[in-house]
Structures are given as structure tokens and as C-alpha cells.
């Protein structure tokens, strides 16, 4: 590294920021050892700010495998194996400290990504390869955990949102919200989850998807919704909750295969039909009035080994402007929107229970967490 130091010394400084602003968040961390140049540069906010842009437009794919089974009464230890890769590296790591059980991942549009085991929730830096156990949160009486996990780039800090059934009749609820907040290098006391006063008014369904600065949930189909009724809001500076009309009535009839995504800072609404076999993209283009327009329509006929009664679509975001698709195949799939065609991607040996997400690398550092005692 020294001599490629050496080789760049002569170069323009717009040069080297272009150079260095497309290596990882680790290799730059060890290039701030090489030189004083080097540290200024890779310190400097203009840089910071090139690399976050080079980082958003060339995003990572993270791919979670796990060896244990859900057994609740199994207590050895778990480990997950993590693979990030991308056009230019494929790197391998794993990480224990989890019993067996699932583990859930939650991505969060950008960098960290939330895992859930047992009840507890983990914090995981997939461009530090570091992870952190958060404070316990509160025991719910239902079984499901539901929760929110996103960031917000205005204020440079996630929002984990954990819902949590306080009532001790089975054939009732009453849902509370708490929510948790991480800055960049900030300490996570033991205090750190705050519950807000208005409770949820019905059980959710899935992980939160955080746009606008409202987390977004379908409401559980346990509580019977209206259609006026289908979606739950939670608003991150009120504090308060509201609902979002399901965007397509016959749809919400026939209750097709339904779930949210975050796509280009939008909320989205994936709706798959069965019959004719096609998936819809509606995107909430005016969050204050309510407003769906359905933006694509994917005929899934064209997706190969497609099977209209066993295969199950999942939109995990846009990358180099395709849709990234997983249909429990061995490879994901890439949907150019313009020309409406899928591109079969590599082999990747995924899994029915392969976690999926794409991540931004960032500098965004976890901090410590403070037990209090």
C-alpha cells in the first residue's frame, strides 16, 4: 500500500479522491495509517461525502445463512455466515453470540442491518464487520416480534421500532410502541428504548419499511381491516399513528401475495397476482394525501422456473437501475423497468431461508453499549 502511495503522490488531488473514494469502508480505515496525505484525504468531509454518493449509486448485496434450526428449546450456540458481495470482491465472515433459533434480518436501506434471535435485537455493521447486542427490549404476550428498523439521512441516525402486546388475554391486544435510537459512535445506555404514549391501534403484519420519516406496517389480517384500513403509519416526529387506504380494492379482496419496500426513498406497495401471474408496483407518490400510482407491472410468465402456485416474489430494491428479485431460485434476477425484461443473475446457492438485503457501505461507527452496571 505504501508504494501505491508513492505512485499517487504526483496525482492531482480530484484524482486521488476519485481513486479513494471507491475502495470499502475497512481499507480505508487502514489507509489512514499509510500516510499524512492519506489521512487528511480519506478525512476530509468532501471525501466523506464522494464516497457516500460513490457508495449509493454502487450498493452492496448481503446474503445471511444460518446451520441451527428454530427448536425454542435448543440452547446452543448460533452462528450466522454472512457473504457481501459486489461486481468487484465477494468476502465471507460469520458471527456468533446468537442461541439457536432463527435469525431474522432487517435491512435498513442503508449501511447497519437489524437481527432478531430469541427475542433480543443485534445491530450488524456489514462495512466494519462488527455487531453489537442492544438493551432488552420489552416482552410482548404474542409470539410474532414486530419491528421497524431504517435510517434517516436528514439527522444521520437509525430508528429501531419494536411493538410489544401488553394484554394478557389471548383473544385480545392492546400494542405499545417503543423506539430506539443510534447516532453515529453514540453510546447506547441501558435506557435507550423510549415508549411513546399512543398505542398502535391493531397488530401488524411483517417488518416495518420506513419512507417520508413514517414507518409503514399492513395491519394483520387477524384484526379483519377495512380497506381504508389496511396499512399503519407511524410518524417518527408526532409520534403518533394513522392509516394509508390499500391501493387496489379487487386486490385487496382476492388478498393477493402483498408487502411494503422502500424504493428510491418512496414507500412501495408489491402486490402479486396469481391469476393472470403478474406483480404490480404501486408507489405512494403524495404521503400527505394518500395517494397511490401504480408505476410497474411485471409479467412473471417471463421470470425462468417460475411456478404460478409454489414460487413467491420478493422486490429487495434497485441496483444500477434494475429491480433486485429473489423467486426461490439458486440466483436472484434483475428487472430492467424500461425494457421490461429480467436478467438472470450468478449462482449464488440461495436458500429458502437465505436472508436478502442490498446495504450502503458508510463510516457510520456503532458506538458502545453501556449495561449500566
Known sequence: MRKLNAEMGCLPSEIKFNILSRLPV???????????????IVSDPYFLKLHQEQSKRNKQLLLLNQGLGDDEDDTRPQFVHFLATSLEKEVHFGLGGFICGYV???????DLICLINRGHFHIFSPSFIKGIRLPQAKLSNCLEMDAGFGYIPSQNEYKLVHMFDVNPNPFAYSIKCEILTLTDGGTIGADAWKEIKQECPFKVSGWGVLANNKFYWIVSVVCTPCEEKSIVSLDLETETFDFIPHPHYVSYLEGNDMFLVELKG???????FAYPPVTDIWVLV??????????HRIDLT?????DDEQTQVLIH?????ELVISSQQK???FYDTRRKIFRKGEDLNLLWHTGICLYTESFFSLGIVDSGL
Open 302 to 306: 417471463m421470470l425462468q422456473g417460475f
Open 266 to 272: 418512496q414507500l412501495c406497495f408489491i402486490d402479486t
Open 26 to 40: 475497512r481499507m480505508l480505515c487502514r489507509c489512514k495509517s499509510v500516510s499524512k496525505d492519506w489521512l487528511q
Open 104 to 110: 431474522y434480518m432487517i435491512p435498513s436501506g442503508h
Open 317 to 321: 430494491g434497485y441496483e444500477n437501475g
Open 286 to 295: 403524495d404521503p400527505v394525501r394518500k395517494i397511490w400510482v401504480k408505476e
Open 331 to 333: 440466483s436472484l434476477e
